[in-house]
């Protein structure tokens, strides 16, 4: 699955991820080491002014990602953001977009990586943060 936002980039990312949950806090995978689980690369490719959003995954968990994608392919520019944060600890933010988010924007996204280090947060819980666009309310 690939999507496509336009707009200056201001971060690349890849990360393994195991959906826990779908974007309405429907489980439909499991951490348990025993499970048999879900896992997607999510890759976030920034080229000249479009980011691209590729997710990657083996064909036999199609079945189970599907609510997932589905959601997915009805998420706003914001709503991205969300789902990014939550999953992806190889991040890199561009210096000049940190230099211009608000204070209030950096707190929630680190707030974000610490509460997912260790638990499976269902999206519904995330206030909304829009990581591809610059922000001017600071």
């Avoid at 969300?82 to 230099?99: Q, R, T």
Wanted: negative net charge; hydrophobic residues 45%.
């Amino acid at each position: 699955m690939s999507y496509q936002l336009p707009g200056v980039s201001h971060l690349a990312a890849s990360a393994v991820l195991n959906p826990e949950f779908d974007l309405a806090a429907t489980r439909i995978g499991s951490l348990h080491l025993d499970a048999d689980t879900v896992d997607v690369t999510l890759n976030i490719i920034p080229i000249g002014n479009i980011t691209w959003i590729i997710f990657l995954y083996h064909k036999r968990y199609g079945g189970r990602l599907v609510s997932f994608f589905s959601q997915i392919d009805r998420l706003s520019e914001e709503d991205f953001g969300i789902l990014i944060v939550m999953h992806c600890e190889n991040m890199v933010f561009a210096p000049s977009y940190v230099d211009e988010i608000p204070s209030s924007t950096r707190l929630m996204i680190e707030k974000a990586f610490e509460d997912t280090l260790d638990a499976a947060v269902p999206y519904d819980r995330f206030p909304e943060m829009n990581l591809f666009r610059r922000r001017v309310d600071k």
